[in-house]
């Protein structure tokens, strides 16, 4: 049964410190997308590859985050310095895009993140 | 731009009636539309979504959803709800030439009630 795999599921940190979120996406898909969940904002997007470039980050923070496609297989999200506003569900998803055809996303089940 | 206006932050429904979920959106060109729910901590899981075609799209777990281009709406339906179907639930629009990612609303919950 093919899923998006994050971690870590759960992260618990002080301010300051450097955090990073890791995702396998689907073996297969060509996209790959970062969203924040917060209640105040909802969902937000963050970061949209295709086929490891980027499309979209114009709703990350450039000052401490970052999200990288080191290969097919792993997709980075990473903030440095962390603060208390980014406490947070951060979700990877990944789906496949042919063209201008669009598949549906498939989300990984979230990385939990406490900034104390 | 696209967007995504889910008017109802929460909808409440008894047990056996049926329900509807509002969403509305703008986008530039023809869209592509989705539902998703997501049940507690869980990520967000797909319904249904409508690309070209038929206008009623049937879904997941007995939800369908009607695109009106016109009302530039995709409102998610259920004939006969059930307790299990109590979630949080989002309405997703892209444009069809993929130059954005998915862009969704703020969710609406549903309770409904045994």
């Known amino acids: 049964d093919a899923r998006v795999t994050q971690t870590p599921r759960h992260k618990v940190t002080e301010m300051g410190q450097e955090v990073t979120m890791r995702c396998q996406p689907i073996?297969?898909?060509?996209?790959v997308f970062w969203y924040r969940q917060t209640m105040m904002q909802g969902l937000e997007l963050l970061a949209y590859?295709?086929?490891?470039?980027?499309?979209?980050d114009s709703g990350m923070p450039k000052d401490r985050f970052s999200a990288e496609m080191p290969d097919a297989t792993l997709a980075t999200l990473k903030i440095q310095p962390s603060e208390p506003r980014d406490s947070a569900v951060y979700f990877c998803?990944?789906?496949?895009?042919?063209?201008?055809?669009?598949?549906?996303?498939?989300f990984g089940e979230g990385s939990r993140l406490t900034v104390l | 731009a696209q967007s995504v206006a889910q008017p109802e932050d929460q909808v409440n429904v008894a047990e056996g009636n049926p329900l509807t979920v509002k969403c509305t959106y703008s986008?530039?060109?023809?869209?592509?539309l989705f539902w998703y729910v997501q049940y507690p901590n869980r990520g967000l899981q797909f319904l249904l979504k409508?690309?070209?075609?038929?206008?009623l799209v049937k879904g997941s777990y007995g939800f369908e959803a009607e695109f009106n281009k016109s009302q530039t709406s995709f409102h998610l339906k259920k004939p006969s709800a059930l307790v299990s179907d109590s979630a949080l639930y989002f309405c997703?629009?892209?444009?069809?030439?993929?130059?954005?990612?998915?862009?969704f609303g703020s969710g609406t919950r549903l309770q409904v009630q045994p």
């Open positions: 986008v530039s060109g023809n869209p592509y």
């Open positions: 997703a629009v892209r444009d069809k030439e993929g130059r954005r990612a998915l862009t």
């Open positions: 073996l297969g898909h060509n996209t």
């Open positions: 409508y690309i070209t075609g038929d206008n």
């Open positions: 998803a990944s789906g496949l895009v042919i063209g201008s055809k669009s598949g549906e996303l498939f």
């Open positions: 590859f295709r086929n490891r470039a980027p499309l979209d």
